[in-house]
């Protein structure tokens, strides 16, 4: 699979080290904390749904701020690569995978105190609420780095405006799925959520090969 | 295997409107060592950055016969991972070669004191990175090193060292090419110089 544990065991150690999404969790969920009670005090009735949209919200703005926490500047990334003799595909690859197991945890813990400080709760089974996560983390974590590496902006603004709305075409998956599907018609938007999840993993590797092979 | 290992016939390289260098023959050789010397703007470190697969401009006109050989270059700016430690940036970047940790240490020692190996990248002073990345380049030993001012940052030890590596390099027939504004006198070593102020 092209996967070097040095590139991992690196991005590891640079997360550890840095704790930078330490600092995204804690604004996100005081955030969470001081608008929603507000918002329910200001409503007679508030719909079960809204919760589960705000919920979704809540997971859009968290993974954006993850993506932007620390751009990737391409001629550095290039320098590095080049001095430690690793290829591009590896980068891709190690770094999404360390980027999956930085960010899964965290969008469990967000999702979790979601649903205490709001007691709400989602209309699907653990089981598909966990794949669906899973699905979404890996997609979010993959897309954030192509991005990165076939673009060439290192601006978190530009990076905000373009992965916002990748991040909602994700999360159209997860929506239907949360607010209570049946058993058959959930499956299939699970087994979509894995093809793009295959077609962007095999897309992207494709064309880096591709580009070295040049 | 080729003695070439980089043959540019007419190569232009530039970023955006600006061409920074036009017309240049360039054909590189292991045996050899080089020195890209002109004044500012001549297009030193953008040759440099090209050599070592590094050039990132938008403008690049030439057919390049380049071989798939290990090549490493030591720019202006440092490239080691700045949050981690200098073991760490070690290990990181000599993961391939077959040295053992100790030798690897012994060669590190000889560049920097022992203190500095558990200490962060970024409390490193200029001078400290260089010779970190020096002790990088002979631990990994690449068939071609790029320098990119060579004596930036060091005092008379770290140039000494500099040159003990690059004799060291030469004599096994590896690469050394070496760019800076006037020509760098290293006693004892010959250089093809590659004098950009003519083109």
């Not at chain 1, 969790?25 to 949209?53: C, G, K, Q, Y």
């Not at chain 1, 978190?156 to 992965?163: C, D, E, G, T």
């Not at chain 1, 077609?199 to 090969?209: D, H, K, P, R």
């Amino acid at each position: 699979m092209n996967i070097n544990k040095n590139i991992l065991k690196k991005e590891i150690l640079v997360e550890l080290k840095n704790s930078s999404s330490l600092f995204l969790i804690t604004p996100t969920m005081s955030v969470l904390i001081i608008i929603f009670p507000i918002l329910i005090e200001n409503r007679f009735a508030v719909d079960e749904d809204l919760f589960i949209i705000s919920h979704l919200l809540f997971l859009i703005i968290f993974s954006t701020l993850f993506a932007i926490r620390k751009p990737i500047i391409l001629n550095q990334l290039t320098k590095e690569l080049n001095f430690g003799n690793y290829k591009k595909i590896e980068f891709f690859n190690s770094k999404s995978l360390a980027e999956f197991l930085i960010f899964l945890p965290q969008i469990f813990i967000l999702n979790i105190l979601f649903s205490a400080f709001t007691n709400s709760s989602v209309n699907v089974s653990i089981l598909y609420f966990m794949i669906s996560i899973v699905f979404f983390a890996i997609n979010a974590c993959m897309i954030n780095i192509i991005f990165q590496i076939f673009t060439s902006f290192n601006n978190r603004f530009v990076q905000f405006i373009l992965i916002v709305p990748m991040y909602l075409a994700l999360s159209f998956f997860i929506g239907p799925l949360w607010l209570g599907l049946g058993q058959e018609l959930a499956n299939i938007y699970l087994l979509m959520y894995l093809g793009i999840t295959i077609v962007i993993f095999a897309t992207t590797n494709y064309y880096i090969e591709k580009e070295t092979i040049q | 295997m080729s003695e070439i290992f980089l043959k540019s016939s007419n190569l232009s390289l530039g970023y955006s409107n600006q061409i920074v260098i036009k017309g240049l023959d360039i054909q590189l050789s292991f045996i050899n060592d080089y020195q890209i010397i002109g004044k500012n703007g001549a297009g030193k470190t953008t040759l440099m950055n090209f050599i070592a697969l590094n050039f990132d401009g938008s403008y690049f006109e030439s057919k390049v016969n380049r071989s798939q050989i290990s090549i490493n270059q030591i720019s202006s700016t440092s490239t080691l991972i700045q949050e981690l430690t200098l073991s760490e940036n070690i290990d990181y970047y000599t993961s391939e070669t077959s040295l053992a940790s100790e030798e690897k240490l012994n060669i590190v020692f000889k560049y920097l004191p022992e203190d500095y190996l558990n200490e962060k990248i970024k409390s490193f002073s200029s001078g400290m990175l260089r010779r970190a990345e020096l002790s990088i380049i002979e631990i990994k030993s690449p068939l071609v090193f790029c320098i990119d001012e060579p004596l930036n940052f060091l005092d008379s030890e770290g140039v000494l060292l500099l040159a003990n590596l690059i004799k060291d390099r030469s004599i096994a027939n590896k690469c050394n090419i070496l760019s800076s504004q006037e020509f760098v006198d290293f006693e004892g070593l010959e250089f093809e110089v590659i004098n950009l102020n003519e083109y």
